[in-house]
């Protein structure tokens, strides 16, 4: 429901911009003041020009709140649990869909102040979190949820409910606004509104908040927030008390205040940098005292924001569509009804089929004791070294193969022919079909952004263990267990900064300077941008495993298997000496004679 508000949303600036010009340019009668001025507005280049405008304005501001907030966020959802997190970022869309309201009624008072409210609501929305900080905490409920490993398969269900609200966004959004839920004011018959529309998504927006607030488990045990909310204090304790005495040194040596206004400018921008530093070079562990840097989660975070920087091109893609082949709104809302549905498809049936069938199997330990109690709550296995090896391999080759096919997507769409009217218009129903055709191959790459977010949570796992296994603990459990809401954070950071602020930009700029002598540009620019992820994802590596851990006597592949099949099997790799002194032997004796 909510991809269906964003949908309405964006495709009803013009008429939410004509409606605040109309009021504050006609003082006429109550009869104009209730007459809604879609039909006189939608045409206007000024009207145009003013929605484009107020929605990169709202956009950009939401985009750029989002980023600055979404890693604080992550962090208090460590400390207070993710529900909490959760139920204000629907609080923010919530608002954000009643100010439409308010704004899009003529009749309502609030629309005389249409440009302020609309400016206004993405600020709000911004400083909740927006949609960044709802898909960060979304997939650190599902880690908490689900066990360690590859979460792929879940990322991918998850993304394909989405997308099926961006599927049935334009449809059931125009269909609301062909059939309104409550009476036209009046004057105003026969006039098309899209208040039915933002009403039935506040609906939604208020019982998505109740049952986040109210019904939802909260997926962070209270240890974990406890821990969490201890080493908070602690941190802001040390930082106060480092605060301090440098400020009184200041004080001693006589300096100003700018030395104050520095120190502000620098939290803010620490504060937008912050979550991204997980993504540098670390220091990792690989046994035997050897340590080595890991380049890994820095390619990864490259090669995502590579990727999400790339789909900027799909708002241009339907402004291409529009150009070339002169698509009114009723086959651009079918186009983009079809490319949301066979992502949804992918990702909801196809991806997870082949995440289930090609995925490594994790092995199979049995009980060792079978008079062991049943505990009536089962909790998730600790994971191991080699098993969250065999979920990066195979995370690796998803994002690998995916970015390939994203690759071909926009290589086949460059390599198209241009439409070429003939005299039945032949010519253009076979570049239509070709470039429908090759924009839908992409929605096969849709699998790239849950494999992507479930390997970098496995390396991140992975340095937890070794840097537990390091420390002398005695099992092998990340260290930085509660660190998933600031993993995810983090990467909603990034591709905030790459699909709602950079891309757009970077990919508008592109096709108006090149609309007019080669419009395929934007293509070929998605195309390189994608080159270069797959590289960076190339350059991505697996943890080393110890030779330790292989038998003994034997080739490296086949110790490698024959490990893994003394692992399924519970067997002990330890070497026993059956030729023991008199205490084994008596041992065995007495043990016999009994």
């Not at 609501?121 to 927006?130: H, K, M, R, T, Y």
């Not at 240890?223 to 304790?237: D, F, G, N, T, W």
Request: aromatic share 8%; net charge positive.
């Amino acid at each position: 429901m909510q991809g269906r508000a964003e949908a309405t949303r964006n495709n009803n600036f013009s008429i939410i911009y004509g409606l605040h010009e109309d009021n504050t340019a006609d003082e006429g009668g109550d009869d104009d003041r209730h007459r809604s001025p879609a039909n006189r507005c939608i045409g206007d280049p000024a009207v145009q020009a003013g929605a484009a405008r107020l929605q990169t304005m709202m956009t950009t501001t939401m985009g750029l709140l989002s980023a600055l907030t979404t890693g604080w966020w992550g962090h208090f959802g460590e400390r207070h649990g993710r529900t909490k997190v959760l139920a204000i970022v629907t609080l923010g869309l919530f608002i954000t869909d009643l100010t439409f309201i308010l704004v899009s009624n003529p009749a309502s008072p609030f629309s005389q102040y249409g440009h302020a409210l609309l400016v206004l609501a993405p600020i709000i929305e911004g400083v909740l979190g927006g949609w960044s900080t709802l898909q960060s905490a979304t997939s650190a409920y599902l880690s908490d949820c689900t066990s360690s490993g590859s979460r792929a398969y879940i990322f991918s269900r998850f993304a394909g409910v989405f997308y099926i609200g961006l599927s049935a966004g334009p449809s059931l959004g125009g269909y609301l606004i062909r059939n309104p839920l409550f009476p036209p004011p009046p004057g105003t018959e026969g006039r098309l509104s899209v208040t039915s529309v933002f009403w039935v998504a506040v609906f939604c927006s208020a019982v998505n908040f109740l049952l986040v607030l109210c019904v939802f488990p909260e997926s962070l045990d209270k240890v974990k927030r406890q821990r969490a909310l201890e080493e908070h204090r602690i941190r802001a304790s040390i930082k106060g008390s480092m605060s301090k005495v440098r400020g009184e040194s200041v004080v001693a040596e006589g300096s100003g205040g700018g030395a104050e206004e520095d120190e502000e400018s620098e939290g803010i921008i620490r504060g937008f940098l912050k979550p991204l530093a997980l993504f540098l070079p670390a220091t990792v562990y690989e046994g035997g005292g050897r340590k080595r840097r890991d380049w890994s989660l820095t390619f990864l975070a490259a090669a995502l924001f590579g990727a999400t920087l790339s789909n900027g091109v799909h708002q241009v893609k339907y402004l291409y569509a529009v150009h070339v082949y002169e698509w009114g709104a009723g086959q651009l809302s079918y186009y983009i009804s079809f490319l949301s549905g066979a992502r949804a498809l992918f990702l909801l049936f196809l991806c997870p089929w082949i995440i289930a069938t090609f995925k490594p199997k994790p092995p199979h330990v049995p009980h060792s004791d079978a008079d062991a109690p049943v505990t009536a709550k089962a909790k998730k296995p600790k994971p191991t070294k080699a098993h969250l090896a065999r979920e990066i391999s195979f995370d690796l080759v998803m994002t690998r193969f995916s970015l390939m096919i994203d690759i071909l997507s926009n290589t086949f769409v460059t390599l198209g022919p241009m439409p070429v009217i003939h005299a039945l218009g032949g010519g253009t129903r076979h570049s239509q079909s070709l470039f429908v055709l090759a924009t839908a191959l992409s929605s096969l790459g849709s699998g790239a952004g849950p494999a992507m977010q479930s390997l970098a949570l496995c390396i991140t796992q992975v340095r937890g263990l070794d840097a537990a296994a390091e420390s002398g603990g005695k099992d092998a459990t990340p260290t930085k267990d509660g660190g998933v809401g600031q993993l995810f954070g983090a990467l909603a950071v990034l591709q905030t900064l790459g699909q709602m602020i950079l891309g757009p930009m970077l990919f508008g700029l592109v096709y108006s300077g090149t609309v007019a002598a080669f419009p395929k540009a934007v293509f070929v620019t998605a195309a390189g941008l994608l080159v270069c992820s797959l590289v960076l994802v190339i350059l991505v590596r697996g943890p080393a495993m110890p030779t330790a851990e292989l038998v003994p006597g034997r080739s490296h592949k086949k110790g490698k298997r024959k490990a893994r099949e003394y692992e399924s099997r519970g067997r002990s790799r330890v070497n026993k000496d059956l030729r023991g002194g008199a205490t084994g032997y008596g041992t065995v004796a007495s043990s016999s004679s009994a």
